[in-house]
């Protein structure tokens, strides 16, 4: 029988203007205990996808699922097989918070790893893919959090990231900006060439570039209707 349980106290605030995003700035927190061990990781899984669909934060889902098995994976491999930790989820506005709570008091260290090292890996995802994380001592252990971007949050956020990756691939160094026009249409000619190239490089190894645009669509129509 599993030995994850469920219990949830839910606080709600008022809504809050965020430049250029208007987002609501809720407060729901979910308390998950579980053991550690491999059983226990996949049933916790999928208890915070259940949750985060309670919540409305299907967008936010795939990530906080990866996340929630490093972070269980983590206590099993460094603190021991059976030991009693918890997992707690936090809808903050635009970010969910993850945190895993356990009675160790050693904190993990994020340290370069080679691609054939298993240990350290599971911190590098969790660097990589949260927009913040951290270790901090508890008065019975320590816990190990982080933070993803929910709801509105997330377009935003990629929005940001898109400008900053064609910024990156523009070479010019001149602002994007064409004689009688503005930055956004310097950026937008600049986006339909790093499409393109993506195209090109889907092709030459073999792809439908067709195939990628229909992914990409599906994907970008998705998570707008989530949001």
Not at 42 to 59: C, D, E, H, T, V
Not at 171 to 194: I, S
Request: contains cysteine.
């Amino acid at each position: 029988m599993s030995t994850v349980s469920f219990s949830m106290c839910v606080a709600r605030e008022g809504g809050v203007a965020m430049s250029g995003c208007e987002v609501t700035e809720p407060r729901l927190r979910s308390v998950l205990p579980f053991e550690a061990a491999a059983g226990e990781v996949r049933l916790l899984r999928r208890a915070a996808a259940k949750q985060l669909s309670r919540w409305g934060m299907p967008a936010a889902t795939d990530e906080a699922e990866l996340l929630v098995t490093e972070l269980a994976t983590n206590v099993v491999k460094h603190v021991g097989e059976g030991a009693a930790a918890t997992l707690i989820l936090e809808w903050r506005g635009e970010r969910l918070r993850l945190e895993v709570h356990d009675k160790s008091r050693a904190a993990p260290s994020l340290k370069s790893a080679a691609c054939d090292e298993e240990c350290g890996r599971g911190l590098h995802l969790l660097a990589t893919l949260a927009v913040d994380w951290g270790t901090v001592l508890t008065a019975t252990g320590k816990a190990v959090w982080c933070e993803i971007p929910a709801g509105a949050g997330r377009a935003c956020q990629r929005i940001e990231r898109a400008v900053e990756a064609l910024e990156r691939y523009d070479q010019t160094g001149d602002g994007f900006a064409l004689p009688g026009r503005g930055r956004d249409a310097g950026l937008e000619e600049t986006a339909v060439e790093l499409i393109a190239d993506l195209l090109h490089w889907t092709a030459a190894r073999g792809h439908d570039p067709d195939d990628i645009l229909d992914q990409a669509q599906m994907h970008y129509e998705a998570e707008v209707e989530a949001a």
